[in-house]
């Protein structure tokens, strides 16, 4: 069947977490800006740099005192999660006036269908001129826009070209792919991480063009249905469509704690399990939901001896009360725990089923439970996350009121 001809693009903001403090403080614009967490709490990683800050090779993921080596003028600014989380509700708001058919792809790329948009945008090149303008007067940032006849064209033409441009925009179409793509080293590939790109060179594949070669059984033959796909990306094939809403479901809820020291005792790193578990099913109940499977992730402290253990459970029963998911994290995490000293601390709750339909039983007190919850989140709710809590917060392990000024790990 032949498939209509999609115009996808792909907007990036550039330096997102940067632009967006720079747009707080416009004295930073022109200078080299590092968003970076506090070094004393260990979080002390660039999470995002200006340009100016790349110029002299600043990099995402580097510690901060790298950082400072590299570039000793280097202004460091803290990260402030829920500036960067309302800039990009601000974005899909600029892309949803031009099309219904956008889909957020990353807290700072969003894919758009502009496909049968011509008589109201004019071309998709013109589209994609209008939209990086509309971006940057109303928000400061700069994106950059890739276009492409499917999602993968639009990601690569944005990734590998646009982001070096100085219009921000580039595009890849069918017959225009091999002539740019082919060229570039095989990691450059959308799907080929370090691994795969290890196995692909001891194949001799090292361009994107020597895959696209061969012939099409031999990566099949070797990763199964993952081998075709990346065959398909280097002749820049990808079925897939934009389904606005499908994307990105809400798989879990769940987060992990970068702990401020290393964590020995077992009532310390329960304490703070417990905190995560609380926080877990606030987040559940607020959706509306229950979970059936709690998640524990524990990383060990010492680099040079990884330890750790990642384990799920199913629950009994659906839950959103950490009565009755904290018995079950607490069982996986003294069963699987070595002893060694812990540095990150995570739990999720995941399958996530509707709140309202659950299974009666003759056992529990479900509507005991449910209304027990229901008047902590008020209160939560109308005097903050830390208007009641367990004792076990005030112990020392406790991290409650550390982590009540912080979105996602990063402060607030
Ligand atoms: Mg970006």
């Known amino acids: 069947m032949e498939k209509q001809r999609q115009a996808i693009l792909l907007a990036d903001a550039e330096s997102f977490y940067a632009s967006v403090e720079i747009t707080h403080n416009p004295s930073l614009r022109g200078k080299p800006v590092a968003v970076c967490g506090d070094p004393a709490l260990r979080h002390g990683l660039v999470l995002a740099a200006s340009k100016e800050a790349k110029a002299y090779g600043v990099k995402t993921g580097q510690p901060a005192w790298e950082c400072r080596r590299l570039c000793p003028g280097v202004i460091f600014v803290r990260p402030h999660m829920n500036r960067y989380l309302e800039s990009a509700l601000e974005m899909t708001r600029i892309f949803e006036q031009f099309t219904d058919r956008v889909v957020p792809y990353s807290i700072d790329e969003h894919f758009l269908d502009l496909s049968g948009c011509e008589r109201l945008w004019g071309t998709p090149h013109e589209a994609a001129r209008r939209i990086l303008r509309q971006v940057w007067d109303e928000t400061g940032i700069r994106c950059r826009i890739g276009l492409g006849e499917n999602p993968l064209q639009a990601k690569m033409a944005c990734d590998r070209f646009a982001k070096k441009r100085v219009d921000g925009f580039f595009e890849l179409n069918s017959t225009n792919y091999a002539a740019h793509v082919w060229s570039l080293p095989i990691g450059n590939l959308f799907g080929v991480g370090p691994r795969m790109k290890d196995h692909f ?8 063009g020597d ?6 059984e031999i990566p099949t033959r070797r990763w199964g249905v993952n081998g075709l796909l990346l065959w398909l990306n280097a002749h820049g094939i990808d079925y897939s469509t934009l389904q606005p809403g499908t994307l990105a479901p809400q798989k879990g809820v ?78 996986l995490f003294r069963r699987h725990w070595d002893g060694r000293p812990v540095r990150a601390v995570g739990l999720n709750l995941s399958g996530l089923t509707d709140r309202r339909c659950y299974q009666l039983s003759l056992f529990n007190h479900r509507e005991i439970t449910n209304s027990l919850s229901a008047a902590m989140d008020e209160i939560r709710e109308r005097f903050g996350p830390t208007a009641l809590f367990r004792a076990a917060s005030l112990t020392s392990g406790g991290q409650l009121f550390t982590r009540a000024n912080m979105i996602g790990g990063h402060e607030k």
Do not use: W
């Open 201 to 208: 060179n001891r194949m001799a594949v090292r361009t994107i």
């Open 254 to 331: 769940g987060h992990c704690a970068t702990l401020p020291r290393d964590y020995a005792s077992r009532q310390e790193i329960e304490a703070v399990l417990l905190e995560l578990t609380e926080e877990a099913c606030f987040r559940a109940r607020t959706l509306g939901k229950m979970g059936t499977t709690v998640h524990v992730y524990c990383r060990g402290a010492d680099f040079d001896h990884p330890s750790g253990f990642s384990r799920q459970k199913k629950l009994p029963e659906p839950a959103s009360a950490a009565t009755e998911v904290y018995p079950v994290a607490q069982q």
């Open 211 to 216: 895959l696209a070669r061969l012939p099409r």
